[in-house]
């Protein structure tokens, strides 16, 4: 028994290390997503484990009233050329900010080019449940500049153009993006430029 026991304690040690375990934190001058504001001025965190295809975390930010927590998790793979994911994301608010979203997520991207889909229920206070599928397209080239384009479809719509730059300077990621956002999302014709700050750490 103690002989199983050590090399069980083995084996994960030897699967830990082979791991990645990491944490970020970052600032954003608005916090914009999927092409909607969510506040002004905020900061975040999070915390990312990785081993092999594998990947699960979680990453909070401020709302104003109370934070968003996310906790996502799921596989990604490639075949030849071509990467591919699917996984899952919860997005849980401690105050009154927002309701609960849950969706699957799938990925797939070739080159500078990658494809997004999210298939999503809403649970919508105390109204009927909501059903969404969000879309994005993105090229992003390795000088750091990109370009998405998103939007929604069923019990949602909207649609948004991010143009951006993201680079690394003395281990800080620093990025500036451009978006301009339709009615649907936002109540008006809006275009927002955000200027984010951040920095991640191995944790082992």
Known sequence: MIKRMTGLILLLAAATANADLSANVGYAS???????????????????????????????????????????????ASVGDIDLSIGYTGYFYTGDFDDTYQEVNLGTSFGIFSLDVAIGEYDNFDGPKLDYTYYSLTAEAESGLYGTFGGFSQDFAGEYLELGYGTTVAEIDLGVAVIFANDDLVGDDEESIVFTIGKSFDLQ
């Open 30 to 76: 608005e916090y914009h997503y999927r092409g909607i504001l969510q506040k002004t001025s905020s900061a975040s965190g999070g915390l990312d484990f990785e081993q092999g295809g594998f990947y699960a975390g979680t990453w909070a930010a401020d709302v104003g009233d109370g934070l968003e927590v996310d906790g996502y998790f799921g596989y990604g």
